[in-house]
């Protein structure tokens, strides 16, 4: 018999292309993880109405109607306690959590960054790592702590910055790795082979790693730079 799928919900405030890079992924009934859950904290997250034709569960908890964040938190929780939700994907989900919340959830929660940790923490990597003239540049799946794009790192994927490059170019190529890097943590921490010490996560069990540029999920990629 195979184990059953991780329910997982995935929070979003906006566009969704991460969150639809998941549910595609776990489409395939061999993902160990099922997207059971969207939970949007804008009204206008263009990612609900992909996870409602997808036929997934999609609720909005608009942050604005409530007093404080851990009230809008408290809301969040029970939803996720209706759906017995066992872990969680951010996917541009533009609200700090406060530690409580990242407590209660400390290990089953994952967030996608559009930088290489920890460089640029915050907005506006893309532009800033331009601005610094850095050569390569990608995105960083890790477990959510409580301070700002911190937490130990599961999974990056970096791509060479190009003279031509804007932050539009360059953000564009960034999030072709996320939608490859994020659906595969996912998979890997859902089948239980994250595991962490410290700030090391070992992923257990055989990797391919034919590029060293995508650690360490290998690499099917015939863009990504070659490296000896
Ligand atoms: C992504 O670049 C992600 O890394 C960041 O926010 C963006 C969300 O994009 N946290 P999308 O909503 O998944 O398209």
Not at 68 to 90: M, P, W, Y
Not at 103 to 125: F, K, Q, S, V
Not at 179 to 202: C, D, M, Q, T, W
Request: hydrophobic share 45%; glycine share 8%.
């Amino acid at each position: 018999m195979t184990a059953a799928r991780k329910r997982t919900a995935v929070l979003i405030s906006g566009r969704g292309s991460n969150l639809e890079a998941l549910i595609e992924s776990a489409r395939d009934p061999s993902f160990p993880a099922e997207i059971a859950l969207v939970v949007a904290n804008r009204p206008e997250a263009a990612g609900l109405a992909f996870a409602r034709a997808s036929g997934i569960a999609s609720s909005l908890v608009d942050h604005k109607i409530y007093a404080g964040r851990e009230e809008f938190e408290r809301s969040l929780q029970i939803l996720l306690e209706l759906h017995q939700i066992e872990f969680i994907c951010l996917a541009g989900f533009m609200r700090v959590l406060t530690p409580w919340f990242v407590r209660l959830w400390e290990g089953r929660m994952i967030n996608i960054h559009p930088a290489l940790l920890p460089a640029y923490r915050g907005l506006d990597t893309h532009a800033r790592a331009l601005a610094d003239g850095v050569k390569i540049h990608g995105c960083t799946v890790h477990f959510v702590r409580p301070a700002l794009d911190e937490g130990p790192i599961i999974a990056q994927a970096a791509i060479p910055v190009l003279d031509t490059d804007t932050p539009e170019s360059l953000a564009a190529r960034v999030l072709a790795e996320e939608h490859r890097i994020y659906p595969e943590a996912l998979a890997r921490l859902a089948s239980g082979r994250l595991k962490a010490e410290g700030n090391r996560v070992f992923s257990g069990g055989p990797i391919v790693a034919s590029s060293p540029l995508r650690v360490p999920f290998g690499d099917d990629n015939p863009q990504t730079m070659e490296t000896k």
